[in-house]
């Protein structure tokens, strides 16, 4: 394989055409640090389709020619979970970069191996978790981890609206990996789940959840809940972290005030000895300071995926969602699933070093 | 005592003046069905201050003196939660009516206690669920019992804001008894929970939960799932009520769109299958009907719940809210409060004869 | 007259039980400045209604006997502007302080000749312009005049919502009044009004205006601009003041976010020069700042309104709003009537003296 | 030029590279009825930058070039709209059919010389209204041209946002095209504007408009109000339209109730006879229906708009927003323009045929 330093763009091949490649396509041909040169799909027709009347770009059905080729450094894979590892390995072990689209595999093992062969290879292996390049996800990030919010108490992520019901995924796998890889991402150093219970209802016969709730035991007591629901007529995407100083609303709908930050100070009292009055009182000097939105940049997050992903390819240090918080994210898919199986009994995760 | 029956309005005392009494005593006073004869507080400047300085309503500390009084038929509590089966006890005993603030009592012994007495005395005996009786909760009722929704698959309620820590409860025992009655008072013939499993955070070292997550297992397989949270800067009171024909939306802080009901058919696809735009296709398939937001009069639920109590006074009737209906909200708030302690895990909820 | 002064509460009467007057009766009896005697109307059965039947307040059709009691110092006004000069009248010939509910009466002629009345007689004349003691119009004021949001450029200020169509006025007399006092209120020292259009409809043929929009010339340039609406079926009340350093809004139906403080700073560009994502950087760059939401206290208006009253009668000063400002107010109701019948054309302002 | 009939896509030339061409570039090359050929701009590397480097459509910064190409049939025009007149009339003169970014011309000379010209040579002539090709508006035609509404009595449209203050147009020529496009669209056969008057504030020292307020008075009686504004922290795009039978409110901004349609029944009452509780009585019977969002497929308006021109073309029928739309819109400008300038006074509007 050609090397990837120097000032020329790396070559980069998007695998996968259906929901999500034509995204990929798209930002890595406006990116200045890639050059796209294949959309591989095993229906060349779908390829085609997706690049257009217009392009350049070539389309092909043959994974093998794509790895074949000397002008491509990395791999984007945007085909369904259940063929992550094998793609990912070919692709690894043809010595090209690979990025993933969430979740990094079907299960952990298969995540655990790909870390392992990208580790022992020393290419990076890169999780596709959008929403962490997010402009409002990297100032939470910043906001929690600098100690802004105090320590951290609850963290509560509802994502729901109405959703295609999958084949072969149930909604924890489809949607909570999005909430999960954000967890995983603005949690401060040291930090981190160690336990997740799951419950669920299907709603639909379509014999998997279609509605879930996992709550994550955190390793400081403190705990986070995400809501994840192909059902609802409404769309909710609204997460709350509340620290000992500060509570911070991120509403990803509401475009005016995207982030919200709150002062917060709480009295412990005894109503019963309180009037009406009183009570109310107390209760508005929960809210004695102001609120502040922090202003964001519009910046869409798949752009700045890519160029984490091509700063990752020519430093040779881990990407922000590296392969490593792939598998942490699958540790707590999998153990969900099992706590979902057993009537929402809490079920320890495995250790991702 | 006297006669509750005729034309003449029925006595009625309220005992408790601190955060709910004077709600109370607004509504009995503005009730023709009703004549408020007393107000009583172990505090009587307490007591006095509601009242006023232009009431002609009778302050008094001493419960024995309002209970001996032949003019009082009925006595409506609005004490903490751990004085109601003494005061509830005295009342029925001196044969009076009994409304109760939710929780009915501090414990389902003792609120079965109460009901046994009331049913041995053939008195009225009922809680105030204020909540059940909204003009939304009672259209809601409605529309779930006469099959409107179809089979009830899954009920999601949050109900968070800033509150106030409070002493002696944590904020599944204060908060989720509105959702519990609603729940119970929605819920279709033959449709109840069978189970409870609750997570918590303490959040404030408050020395008990202040945040807490309740899910239900109905004897259908579908589940109820309730968010409760008093250190939420944002306030949310929002249900959703998902069907196998409609989904309901009740968001309570929406004036203008309280009540919400979305068609919605529901379609199991292989989406590895599909184009984006197809994909997209299928998921605008969801919302193919329209949504339609039912007319609700502005009514006070005080009002309408004093009403009943004084329905089912003359009519010996069941109140819609009535001991029973206490009695098995109190069934959930202790299996939750044991589920707590116990990590989450799933508890068997007592039956309610 | 007896005197106001010293610790004695002050003697008040409450003339109209009709819309206004049971808020009244209610926050005169909740105040320790004042001493309710009378509630007053024409119709003294409805005089006892909202009295209740558990008050000691006195009930009476007769003003007469209101006027001639020396107990009471101060009269307020709830009945329909087409009375008000003649009840003010009356009572500040009696030696009465008098608060008059918006508008202070049915024509500036009237409403000056009550100035004038009470300026003679070292009377109280003040005039019930709520909003004007919101927490957040108190705050608007303090922001706007201590120039936090720099010089003012425009305000616009939108009140619709389903609304009575009344038989005596238009829309313009039954909602604008808010609007205007609160304009009145919160413009800085120098600043007011010079001339005013108005455009309406009809919308349900009740022979006059039910949707207005007034547009007024400031004496420095800016525009205040309103809109008033009987016959909206969504319900605003958002209020926006440009400034030249900051903008602020009110969204007086959005408890957690009422005001919102919004920093920026405007570039005058020629975007025929720039590409897309140029034009998208400067666009973003107005917002370069934070917003602030300032933390309100909760605290009901007329409660506010009352005790401002009690000031102004103790004190001798004038209220913050005074007969004169009530005046402000009808100089452009007028003004606004003159220009709705002359299709739009700019009609310049009485000046108040 | 070759015929457009047949099974041939049309070839098409967009003219402009700056905000606007990108999205015709993208939905002219998606198009199944058009071949896309060329990007012509002045500044060949800014066609260069939008197309690409995966692109096979040719860049040019020369017009002759293009309209000498026998391959093009049509031309999309997105430049400064002082520039229209010159490249339509060009275009036409070419024998190109020509599609023309909003407004249509800079003054409505220019535009009637533009329709004109169309008219002699049989060409179609298009305006890009691209928000009358939108689902909501689409459905908003259908709903006030079948009667649904009633009789129409009042529009209110307003369109608020942080917005680039242009170095050549006020905010009125800039963003009132959109609502005035709109109007123009929905209004029932015979329902028309005569007359508008504009009030308007500069508000950063731009030297033009950069807040401003349309009033449109129809031949009906009925009034439209267009609120546009560039200096709103807030984004607000909210149209009601008031019928004799029903109220329809657009809020583009609202997903998931973008159009919602409130019955309506108005009680026109005397209040003073009425008490609180009645007065409320009466204002809910406004609201006796129940509200109906009607749900809407999600198609981009742009690819509409696309397909609209190119069957205009194949059939030679006039297009939804034809050249004479076009013409309508700029009719009320200019007419708003010289109001404006007369401190708003009510200026006629010229005749289209």
Redesign the interface.
């Known amino acids: 394989m050609s090397s990837a330093s120097g000032e020329r763009p790396i070559g980069v091949a998007v695998v996968g ?3 999500w490649g ?1 995204n990929l396509v798209r930002n890595f ?2 990116s200045a640090a890639f050059r ?1 040169r294949w959309l591989c799909d095993l229906d060349i027709s ?1 390829a085609r ?2 690049l ?6 070539a389309a092909t059905a043959d994974l093998t020619e794509v790895l074949a080729d000397p002008d491509v450094d990395a791999i984007a894979i945007a ?2 979970a259940g063929t992550h590892l094998k793609v990912a390995l070919e692709a690894l072990r043809a010595g090209k970069h690979v990025l993933v689209e969430k979740p990094l595999a079907a299960t952990f093992a298969e995540g655990a191996q790909l870390v392992e062969e990208a580790d022992r290879r020393g290419l990076t292996l890169m999780c596709d978790h959008t929403y962490c390049y997010t402009p409002a996800v990297l100032r939470i990030r910043d906001l929690v981890r600098s100690g802004e919010l105090g320590e951290l ?2 963290l ?1 992520s ?1 994502r ?1 609206n ?7 995924i149930d909604v924890i796998w489809d949607l909570a990996p999005h909430d999960l890889s954000i967890i995983d991402h603005v949690l401060p150093e040291g930090v981190r789940p160690v336990a997740v ?1 799951a ?6 016969g ?1 014999g998997r959840a279609c ?1 879930a ?1 996992l ?1 994550l035991q955190l390793n400081t ?3 986070a ?1 995400i ?1 994840v ?1 192909w ?5 909710v995407r609204t997460t ?1 972290i ?1 620290g ?1 100083k500060r ?1 911070l ?1 991120w509403d990803d ?1 509401n ?3 995207r982030l ?1 930050m ?1 002062d ?1 100070g ?7 000895e ?3 009055d009183e ?2 009182d ?3 000097s ?10 964001l ?2 910046r869409e997050a798949l752009r700045t995926m890519v160029e984490e992903f091509g700063t990752a390819i020519r430093t040779g240090s881990p990407a922000l969602t590296d392969g490593r918080s792939g598998l942490r994210v699958l540790a707590i898919l999998e153990a969900a699933s099992k706590s979902l199986a057993a ?4 079920v320890t995760l495995e250790v991702v070093k």
């Open positions: 055409a259906g929901y034509p041909q406006s796209l779908r389709r997706v257009g009347e217009y392009s350049t770009v085909t369904p108490h609850y509560d509802v729901i109405l959703g295609l019901v999958q084949r072969d219970a419950h669920g209802a299907d709603g639909v379509a509605v709730y709550t007591g403190a705990i809940h809501h629901n059902l609802s007529p409404i769309k709350i509340g000992s509570t609303v709908l475009p005016t005030t919200a709150y917060r709480v009295d412990v009292s005894a109503p019963e309180l009037g009406a009570r109310r107390i209760m508005v929960y809210r004695s300071g102001d609120m502040i939105a922090p202003a940049v519009e009537g929402g009994e809490m």
